[in-house]
């Protein structure tokens, strides 16, 4: 019997949406840091491009209430194009089914879901995609925000029991990279851990330089030896 939500996540089953990842919906949020979020949502991005994910990005009412998407998520997928909507909940666009469409019919049916809001735009994607379709979805907790921690974490709960899988952007990236014997996205992985990954990033830094004595990733200026203290 074939159970799909025991596969692992792997670059051939994934597909990745950025729902409304937008600063008025970004203004709203409560339940992460938002910096915090941004950073999150700009790693999965990266690891989305690394591993050549199929992107989906839809926005709500861009003009008229949310502004425009973080330019340093658009700066990662560059010619993607932005499906507007006025629908808070995604399913409701056909532009956006037909793109999730196209991607889960080459196997694609496993979708990574960032967004905000949580309790909002997320769940009713998320419900709605699971009722329609055999689509699995897996709900990015860390690169989605609500506006309060309850609202986040009963959406969460929600979700989880009507059957999506919560995951965090750092698991996606690094079940998408599973082995490390993998070199054609060794490097992508570990220069998005060392920009994206906080404590992990910084320890990767500390032990390719000081361990095994690789360059500094960044050039600066000379470095003036210490002086002694002065008697």
Not at 197 to 215: F, L, R
Request: aromatic residues 8%; charged residues 20%.
């Amino acid at each position: 019997m074939s159970h799909p939500k025991l596969e692992v996540l792997t670059p051939q089953n994934s597909q990745l949406i950025f729902i409304d990842q937008q600063p008025q919906m970004a203004f709203g949020v409560q339940s992460i840091d938002r910096q915090t979020l941004k950073n999150n949502v700009v790693g999965l991005a990266k690891a989305g491009r690394a591993f050549g994910i199929p992107t989906t990005i839809t926005t709500v009412e861009t003009l008229g209430f949310s502004g425009p998407t973080y330019p340093e998520l658009l700066a990662v997928f560059p010619e993607a194009p932005l499906l507007e909507r006025t629908s808070m909940n995604s399913w409701d666009d056909q532009k956006v089914r037909d793109a999730l469409a196209r991607h889960a019919g080459q196997g694609r049916k496993k979708i990574v879901v960032s967004g905000l809001w949580t309790e909002v735009c997320n769940l009713s994607f998320a419900l709605s995609a699971m009722n329609d379709t055999d689509y699995e979805i897996y709900m990015v907790a860390d690169a989605s925000g609500g506006t309060s921690k309850d609202a986040h974490d009963y959406a969460m709960q929600r979700m989880v029991q009507a059957g999506v899988v919560p995951v965090t952007w750092q698991q996606v990236l690094l079940e998408w990279q599973r082995d490390w014997a993998r070199k054609d996205t060794y490097d992508a992985t570990i220069g998005i851990v060392r920009e994206h990954s906080g404590a992990y990033g910084m320890g990767v830094d500390y032990a390719y330089t000081m361990v095994h004595k690789a360059p500094e990733r960044v050039s600066h200026g000379p470095v003036l030896a210490a002086q002694p203290a002065g008697r």
